[in-house]
């Protein structure tokens, strides 16, 4: 499935299509114009160029949490929803899936255990892709910055999958085929309430739904949504990784979240609070 993957991508330097080599020191993409990327030990891409990225890369630390309790299966029913609202649209030959912002990989793991598909996983945290691509071996991981053209052919994906991450809609919009999906994954207000504060943990905005229609208008229309709530039991490490795992953890400090994580209990009962919007592309993508 990577090389079946491979027929998806750009060169992001040139914009030429990529061909997958093998070898014994490992795999190359390159392109016609001479451009080459090298895997690297754990499998993934690094499609990184130009001048660097704005946003600030999830840290080791941050990944580490974020796979540690994504392990214990806490978000499980999330992307078990998140892959039965892509089923539809990866109904086709050869459907595709790009998970931008791809993190640890869970969310797409989950999604191909279901679903059958190439996929391309695509994250700015080199840490992450580490985990990703042992996660998902036959998916195509990229680094890569979802504000940067895409290094995807226009209408070569059917779902593009967005949980937690930013959203570039002229980008996804170009990459998704007639009839394709955009699946975003938002909290909603209370999500993690019990913690959030105590935890340094950052606060939904009371708009996030509208704004995040705003942020798509002139490239995709609303489908549908849907709701889900989880109420999690969990034990004093986890809330530590979930504090850690999130934007807050770029600003947390250890020796703080430390502290904390010995003050509570056995057991804290948390309610996660999603909302998962499926939106689908207003016109073909222009040549």
Same mark, same amino acid.
């Given at each position: 499935?990577?090389?079946?993957?491979?027929?998806?991508?750009?060169?992001?330097?040139?914009?030429?299509?990529?061909?997958?080599?093998?070898?014994?020191?490992?795999?190359?993409?390159?392109?016609?114009?001479?451009?080459?990327?090298?895997?690297?030990?754990?499998?993934?891409?690094?499609?990184?160029?130009?001048?660097?990225?704005?946003?600030?890369?999830?840290? =080791? +630390?941050?990944?580490?949490?974020?796979?540690?309790? @994504?392990?214990?299966?806490?978000?499980? #029913? &999330?992307?078990? !929803?998140? /892959?039965?609202?892509?089923?539809?649209?990866?109904?086709?030959?050869?459907?595709?899936?790009?998970?931008?912002?791809?993190?640890?990989?869970?969310?797409?793991?989950?999604?191909?255990?279901?679903?059958?598909?190439?996929?391309?996983?695509?994250?700015?945290?080199?840490?992450?892709?580490?985990? =990703? +691509?042992?996660?998902?071996?036959?998916?195509?991981? @990229?680094?890569?910055?979802?504000?940067? #053209? &895409?290094?995807? !052919?226009? /209408?070569?994906?059917?779902?593009?999958?967005?949980?937690?991450?930013?959203?570039?809609?002229?980008?996804?919009?170009?990459?998704?085929?007639?009839?394709?999906?955009?699946?975003?994954?938002?909290?909603?207000?209370?999500?993690?309430?019990?913690?959030?504060?105590?935890?340094?943990?950052?606060?939904?905005?009371?708009?996030?739904?509208?704004?995040?229609?705003?942020?798509?208008?002139?490239?995709?229309?609303?489908?549908?949504?849907?709701?889900?709530?989880?109420?999690?039991?969990?034990?004093?490490?986890?809330?530590?990784?979930?504090?850690?795992?999130?934007?807050?953890?770029?600003?947390?400090?250890?020796?703080?979240?430390?502290?904390?994580?010995?003050?509570?209990?056995?057991?804290?009962?948390?309610?996660?609070?999603?909302?998962?919007?499926?939106?689908?592309?207003?016109?073909?993508?222009?040549?």
């Amino acid at each position: 499935m990577l090389s079946d993957a491979v027929r998806s991508l750009l060169c992001p330097v040139c914009r030429n299509s990529l061909t997958l080599f093998a070898a014994p020191g490992g795999s190359r993409l390159t392109c016609p114009e001479g451009h080459s990327f090298d895997a690297a030990r754990q499998g993934y891409f690094n499609m990184l160029v130009g001048k660097g990225t704005v946003f600030e890369a999830d840290t =080791a +630390a941050m990944v580490a949490a974020r796979f540690d309790f @994504l392990s214990k299966g806490h978000y499980r #029913p &999330l992307a078990e !929803a998140v /892959a039965e609202l892509a089923r539809p649209a990866l109904r086709g030959p050869q459907p595709t899936v790009l998970d931008a912002g791809t993190g640890t990989g869970h969310y797409l793991h989950a999604l191909l255990a279901a679903v059958p598909a190439r996929a391309i996983g695509l994250d700015i945290s080199k840490f992450a892709l580490r985990r =990703a +691509a042992r996660m998902n071996p036959d998916a195509v991981n @990229l680094v890569g910055d979802v504000w940067q #053209p &895409l290094p995807v !052919a226009d /209408a070569a994906v059917d779902v593009v999958t967005v949980v937690f991450a930013p959203r570039n809609a002229a980008e996804f919009a170009r990459v998704l085929r007639p009839g394709g999906r955009l699946i975003v994954v938002t909290p909603r207000p209370g999500h993690l309430a019990e913690i959030a504060d105590q935890a340094g943990m950052l606060g939904i905005e009371p708009a996030k739904e509208e704004r995040l229609a705003s942020s798509l208008e002139g490239h995709f229309a609303a489908h549908s949504s849907r709701e889900l709530d989880l109420e999690l039991g969990l034990g004093p490490d986890d809330v530590g990784h979930l504090a850690l795992m999130g934007p807050a953890g770029h600003h947390l400090e250890p020796a703080a979240l430390e502290a904390l994580v010995g003050t509570l209990p056995p057991v804290t009962k948390v309610s996660a609070r999603f909302r998962m919007s499926v939106f689908v592309p207003l016109r073909q993508p222009s040549a």
